[in-house]
């Protein structure tokens, strides 16, 4: 058994920290698709998705507080082949985000050790955030603690130097470059400003009074997300338009540091304000890297635990009561990934799984509440039925978007399902599979 040592305000920590990363690199990267206008409304609906997503997402954990999130809420609702599925795509998610943000961390350190290759640096970074989540879950939240509340501070700086300067005329400039299709084609970039918030319910089991606690952490945290990520789009655009924060050079490749692009317009890259905003910035960075290895470790302990896979990876230290088996595991995933240099594709690949793990998740609340309306439901989804139908169909909606525009990616993504499905149906005794559905009940 893990230890429960994390309370309200180390949740809230995480919530944001899982996230907050998104608001520093990657979002910017969808306003060549819609511009200001079309990247604006693809936020506003993303942030309805989360809005509604998270509350009703926040009754599942607090009825079923366990660390295979959306695999138990699933298990219990569906049985174990949709349990699986769900479980399967919140692994996707966890395991192919952490690369991402690794190489941009990566590329990041770069410019202080430039002798040291990127992706050597994204290795270290790998290693020893692994390590510090092995070494125990008071010392790994404390960190994300720590981490995060720089990471937000350095975003309020930001915004008290760059909204003085901001005009409304600069977000109408090449507002809206291709139309209603660019609203759906930058729906991925503005989901990566809240990706991975519901790994709060992976730490269900490692949380003291989780009933409570997760309610107010997940409530603050959505809230904070969403206040930030409308104050870092305007006070970032503000500036110069969106052209600037994307382009550093006229006709040259997308940046991934809108922020550092749209300071620098200001302040210019000799000034003191703006080395030491982005040496914090990388705080950012590091809060999401490292509260998404948190939340994969759980994800990926609770399928050893219930012998979905070896047996090994749901054995916890015997020290340390953390899960280090499945978080070596994900860290050898992770670093293959990595490898591979294809750090778009990886968001993209990681955005599906998120999809998928939302749609289930919303329909196993419906399902539960018709089969199982004794649940012990400590908090209920405010406005139900109207706030879990609208994310599902959000969801959905945004899915189908995805796979229009990113075909080839999508067939990656079922291929990874297909194997792994392969592996449950032929491989997994139907012993193992009965009792793990009983066991979520």
Not at 36 to 49: D, H, R, S
Not at 354 to 366: D, N, Q
Not at 373 to 390: G, H, K, N
Not at 393 to 398: E, M, N, P, R
Request: proline share 6%; glycine share 10%; with cysteine.
């Amino acid at each position: 058994m893990m230890e429960r040592k994390i309370g309200p305000w180390m949740i809230w920590g995480l919530g944001v920290g899982y996230v907050i990363s998104g608001m520093y690199f990657g979002w910017n990267l969808g306003l060549p698709e819609g511009g200001t206008l079309g990247m604006g409304i693809a936020t506003l609906f993303v942030t309805l998705l989360y809005a509604t997503f998270t509350f009703s997402y926040t009754e599942l954990a607090c009825a079923i507080p366990k660390a295979g999130g959306a695999f138990d809420y699933a298990s219990a609702a569906f049985g174990p082949n949709l349990g699986f599925l769900a479980g399967l795509a919140q692994l996707i998610e966890f395991l192919f985000a952490p690369p991402a943000i690794a190489a941009a961390i990566g590329a990041y350190f770069h410019e202080f050790f430039p002798a040291i290759p990127v992706t050597a640096l994204a290795l270290i970074t790998f290693v020893i955030f692994t390590a510090i989540n092995i070494l125990g879950i008071r010392l790994a939240a404390a960190l994300e603690l720590f981490v995060t509340l720089f990471a937000v501070i350095e975003l309020l700086v930001f915004a008290g130097v760059t909204l003085p300067a901001f005009h409304w005329h600069n977000l109408t400039l090449n507002a809206f470059p291709h139309g209603i299709g660019g609203i759906f084609s930058a729906i991925p970039y503005a989901i990566w400003f809240f990706l991975g918030i519901e790994g709060v319910a992976n730490v269900a089991e490692e949380t003291v009074e989780p009933q409570k606690n997760i309610v107010k952490g997940f409530s603050l945290a959505i809230v904070t997300l969403i206040a930030l990520c409308f104050l870092t789009f305007f006070a970032s655009l503000g500036v110069g338009g969106w052209e600037m924060i994307v382009y550093p050079t006229a006709g040259g490749e997308p940046s991934d540091s809108p922020l550092p692009l749209a300071l620098a317009h200001i302040v210019g890259k000799n000034n003191l304000l703006y080395h030491l905003l982005l040496m914090i910035g990388l705080f950012g960075l590091i809060a999401s890297f490292h509260g998404i290895l948190l939340a994969a470790g759980r994800a990926m302990f609770e399928f050893g635990r219930v012998g979905l896979f070896p047996k090994q990876i749901g054995n916890t230290h015997p020290r340390f009561r953390t899960p280090a088996f499945a978080l070596l595991t994900n860290m050898v995933v992770g670093i293959i990934a990595l490898l591979t240099g294809k750090t778009g594709g990886i968001i993209i690949i990681s955005v599906f799984g998120a999809l998928t793990l939302y749609v289930i998740s919303m329909a196993s609340l419906f399902r539960l509440r018709k089969i199982a309306p004794t649940l012990p439901r400590p908090f209920r989804a405010p406005f139900y039925p109207q706030s879990p139908f609208i994310a599902l169909f959000l969801a959905v909606a945004s899915l189908g978007s995805m796979i229009y525009f990113n075909l080839n990616l999508f067939l990656i993504y079922l291929s990874l399902l297909a194997i792994a499905y392969a592996w449950f149906f032929f491989f997994v005794p139907p012993s193992v599979k009965i009792k793990e559905s009983n066991e979520t009940h």
